[in-house]
C-alpha cells in the first residue's frame, strides 16, 4: 500500500493549477465553460496532499464523450466516471500530480466541490480543523485509502451544508 501524504501548503499549488488549467483549456478548446481548482491544494494554507485537483466543466453534456477522448489521448491516465457524471483522469509528476474532472453544465458533486472550497476559503477555522483531521487520519490510515476518504465523509458533508445554508 502506498504511504498517504498530508504536507503543508505549498505556496507553488496555485501555478501549477495556472499550468495544467492552460494546457487543459487548450485540450477542450470552445466546448469548455470553466476550469476550477478545487480540493485542499485550491485553499490558501491548508495542508494537503501534494495533487492538484481541478474540475472541467463542458458548456453542455453534449460535449463529454468527445472531450473525454480528446483527454485520454493526452498524458493522462483515465480512470472512468466516478459514480456522478464526472469522467475522472490522473497525472503524476515528480513530487506533485494531478486529479482532472471532466462534467456538464450542472453536475452536483461540481457544485459541491465549489461550495466547500469557498467555504473553507473563508472560514480558516474551519480550514484549520479539516487540516488536523487530514493528518490524524492519514496517520492511522497506514496506506488504507478508504479508511482515509471514508474518514473525511461527514466533515465535508457538514461543511458542504453550512455553505450551502449560507446563500
Known amino acids: 500500500m502506498r504511504a498517504i501524504?498530508?504536507?503543508?501548503?505549498?505556496?507553488s499549488w496555485p501555478r501549477l493549477f495556472a499550468e495544467i488549467s492552460t494546457e487543459v483549456s487548450a485540450l477542450l478548446?470552445?466546448?469548455?465553460?470553466?476550469?476550477?481548482?478545487?480540493?485542499?491544494?485550491?485553499?490558501?494554507?491548508?495542508?494537503?496532499?501534494?495533487?492538484?485537483?481541478?474540475?472541467?466543466?463542458?458548456?453542455?453534456?453534449?460535449?463529454?464523450?468527445?472531450?473525454?477522448?480528446?483527454?485520454?489521448?493526452?498524458d493522462f491516465v483515465f480512470h472512468g466516471d466516478t459514480g456522478e457524471q464526472r469522467w475522472a483522469f490522473t497525472r503524476d509528476r515528480e513530487g506533485y500530480g494531478f486529479?482532472?474532472?471532466?462534467?456538464?453544465?450542472?453536475?452536483?458533486?461540481?457544485?459541491?466541490?465549489?461550495?466547500?472550497?469557498?467555504?473553507?476559503r473563508d472560514h480558516t477555522v474551519r480550514a484549520k480543523a479539516y487540516a488536523d483531521l487530514k493528518r490524524q487520519l492519514a496517520a492511522e490510515a497506514d496506506g488504507d485509502w478508504d479508511f482515509y476518504t471514508g474518514g473525511k465523509t461527514e466533515?465535508?458533508?457538514?461543511?458542504?451544508?453550512?455553505?450551502?445554508?449560507?446563500m
Open 29 to 74: 478548446g470552445d466546448c469548455l465553460l470553466s476550469i476550477d481548482h478545487i480540493g485542499s491544494t485550491s485553499v490558501a494554507g491548508l495542508a494537503a496532499k501534494p495533487k492538484i485537483d481541478l474540475d472541467a466543466v463542458m458548456i453542455s453534456e453534449a460535449f463529454l464523450p468527445a472531450a473525454i477522448e480528446v483527454v485520454r489521448a493526452a
Open 5 to 11: 501524504k498530508v504536507v503543508d501548503y505549498d505556496p
Open 155 to 166: 466533515f465535508v458533508s457538514e461543511t458542504v451544508r453550512l455553505a450551502a445554508s449560507m
Open 99 to 120: 486529479k482532472l474532472y471532466l462534467c456538464g453544465p450542472n453536475n452536483r458533486a461540481h457544485r459541491e466541490h465549489i461550495l466547500f472550497r469557498d467555504y473553507l
